[in-house]
């Protein structure tokens, strides 16, 4: 849950930081109704100039969800390369 939340790496609590969003914390003992927190590791960015397009990929910000779009998968191999040639990845795991 939210409220659990450890932001790496100042290992700080969320709820500990300032948030642009407050209302994370109602419902926050509510494991029905509070916020769930899903952690990104960023292997690979770019600039904001330099970002990458593709018409009809595949995006949706509300969900966690497992890319399968064929389109989506051959785009992002193109542009950032395959992630299990990257070490610190986890694909296949």
């Known amino acids: 849950m939210a409220k659990d939340f450890v932001v790496a790496p100042m290992g700080k609590p969320l709820f500990d930081l300032p948030l642009a969003f407050p209302n994370i914390k109602k419902h926050a003992d509510d494991p029905g109704k509070g916020e769930w927190i899903v952690p990104v590791r960023w292997i690979a960015t770019v600039a ?3 970002a990458k397009w593709l018409d009809g990929g595949f995006a949706n910000p509300n ?3 497992k890319l399968r779009q064929p ?3 051959a785009f992002l191999a193109k542009e950032f390369g395959e992630a299990r040639d990257r070490p610190e990845s ?3 795991r």
């Open 48 to 50: 904001v100039a330099d």
């Open 63 to 65: 969900v966690v969800c």
């Open 71 to 73: 389109a989506t998968l």
């Open 90 to 92: 986890s694909a296949g």
